[in-house]
């Protein structure tokens, strides 16, 4: 285990703080954060070396609850979740028993029966089988008695052994060698070629529900939360991006993450380029020759593909890798908004460049991060860190009560506050760094002012791609194309239907079995966008 180095430098009176000292401060500053990089790189490979050899990296141990300060824990606070509820109010009674009291003495008056709710869960193995009538007409032709409509052609298992499976492995992420296992355990005699068809075959309603949920959110959101993690994929890196906010979560799984790969995504299906007013605005902002974006911006505007796009850069002698991507990131972003995107979509994300388009908005928890992750090497340095830190969360939560009530007005005085917080000098050039990297992102960070409906953090998109990291974690990757589709398909609509209230369990019985008693998933979220807008409209006529 890689023992982190500290250096403890003894605390230095202001009369003795020559700048020659203060110099030598500076560098030992610098030194001990790039000191801090390196361990990480260091225990990072030693990580990676480890699972290379079948062994297991180090743990990642969080501080233990019971070591907070008591300050920190009010004796009202209660665990999430543990409010006084009525808890058979939810209950459906299936089954009705009435008990009597054995060997009752005599003259015992009745008076009444007490309830008392047991719920149970039964699982057990049926197999049917069908004796299907085979009729031969006078004709001569051959008649065979079909199946039942619940019974898939040419598939010998039900449907409520598909619906088990998929909410298992979509749901519990349970594994499908596990699965395999679980189900012999029970009595079912499959193969793990069979689960896994089972898992992957079959599901283009599923698929095309999943396509559907983007637009439709694109359509009536006002923002969107994007992320991205590792995803490997037929023993190659990918790379998995989600797109969401509270109405809908959106996953797809590519080979690499890039601007052109999110513009990809935001386009959806469609696979077209256009060059518009926003494209050549775009390329003007990111400093693409004047007479490239002539040449672009005449003759033909609009490209039905990739292959009629590349061709036409090629006619136009566009190859350099610098004006192909910017000239293919503009024509998407066209694209993208002659599909009906608003240009004044906000896009909040961690700060990853690839994210910065349209409207950006930055998160704060990651602008504070480096802070924390901050080895101070003195006392002073320890003091100035959390005295920073303390100037910014108390700004973070009077922009929280901004958000509340953005009609109060306040947004010039939270704008100073945020310009003193970040024009500071320290002694430090370590944190000055976080405060100019602050200072630059200022309209980022502060877009709240203007659109106070965009959360300050992104742990909304974080907490829904953690799905990816577990699944990493404990399978490693996708084999078949088929295999990854189906994982993105199945996250969006499972992270969608706990977005919407909606079970999961019950969304893939409806579809399955044909119930018709759900809604598309779509048509929830512009019913749930519609009455988000009409809540405030009512409170403000009422």
């Not at 020559?18 to 790039?34: G, K, M, N, S, Y």
């Not at 902002?285 to 090629?314: H, I, M, N, Y």
Request: proline share 5%.
């Amino acid at each position: 285990m890689l023992k982190s180095m500290r250096i403890e430098v003894p605390q230095i009176p202001a009369t003795e703080r020559t700048p020659l000292v203060e110099a030598l401060l500076a560098i030992i500053d610098t030194q001990q954060q790039r000191i801090q990089q390196l361990e990480e790189n260091v225990q990072q490979l030693r990580d990676e070396i480890a699972i290379l050899k079948g062994q297991k990296p180090r743990p990642t141990i969080a501080p233990s609850r019971l070591e907070a300060p008591a300050s920190s824990l009010q004796p009202s606070d209660k665990r999430p979740g543990s409010e006084k509820r009525s808890k058979n109010a939810q209950l459906t009674i299936t089954d009705e028993q009435w008990l009597n009291v054995p060997n009752a003495p005599p003259g015992s008056v009745t008076r009444g029966y007490e309830p008392y709710i047991v719920q149970d869960l039964i699982l057990q193995v049926t197999v049917t089988r069908y004796w299907r009538q085979r009729l031969q007409t006078s004709d001569g032709d051959t008649l065979l008695a079909p199946l039942p409509p619940s019974v898939r052609p040419g598939c010998h298992f039900g449907v409520g052994l598909i619906e088990y499976l998929l909410y298992q492995h979509h749901h519990c992420g349970v594994t499908q060698p596990l699965l395999l296992e679980q189900l012999r355990e029970l009595g079912i005699d499959i193969s793990a070629g069979q689960i896994h068809h089972l898992l992957t075959d079959n599901t283009d309603a599923f698929h095309e529900e999943k396509a559907a949920l983007l637009p439709a959110a694109l359509a009536v959101s006002s923002y969107i939360g994007v992320d991205d993690t590792g995803a490997r994929h037929d023993g190659h890196n990918g790379v998995c991006t989600v797109i969401g906010n509270d109405l809908f979560a959106s996953f797809a799984s590519t080979d690499s993450k890039s601007r052109i790969n999110f513009l990809k995504l935001l386009r959806g299906a469609a696979t077209g380029y256009a060059i518009n007013a926003v494209a050549q605005a775009y390329w003007e902002k990111q400093g693409l020759s004047e007479d490239w974006c002539a040449k672009l911006s005449v003759g033909p505007l609009v490209f039905a593909d990739e292959t009629a796009w590349q061709t036409r850069l090629v006619e136009l002698d566009v190859t350099a890798e610098r004006a192909v991507r910017i000239a293919t990131e503009g024509a998407l972003l066209g694209y993208v908004i002659e599909q009906g995107i608003a240009p004044q979509l906000v896009i909040l994300s961690d700060g990853a460049p690839q994210f910065d388009i349209l409207v950006h908005a930055s998160c704060w928890i990651h602008a504070e991060r480096p802070l924390t992750r901050m080895v101070p090497f003195c006392e002073e340095h320890r003091q100035a860190i959390a005295y920073v830190q303390s100037q910014l969360w108390e700004l973070y939560k009077d922009l929280k009560l901004y958000q509340q009530c953005p009609a109060g007005g306040g947004q010039a005085a939270l704008e100073y506050r945020f310009d003193f917080l970040v024009e500071q000098k320290t002694n430090y050039p370590s944190i000055n760094a976080v405060l100019a990297e602050m200072r630059v992102h200022k309209a980022d960070l502060l877009r709240v002012l203007e659109r106070p409906e965009v959360p300050l953090h992104n742990n909304g998109t974080e907490s829904d791609i953690r799905e990816y990291v577990k699944k990493r974690k404990i399978s490693g990757g996708t084999r078949s194309d088929a295999g990854r589709r189906c994982r993105d398909t199945f996250t969006s609509l499972k992270k969608t239907c706990r977005k919407l209230g909606v079970r999961f369990w019950s969304y893939l019985r409806d579809r399955l079995r044909g119930l018709g008693k759900i809604a598309r998933l779509s048509d929830l979220i512009h019913a749930r966008a519609t009455e988000k807008t009409a809540g405030p409209l009512q409170a403000v006529l009422a």
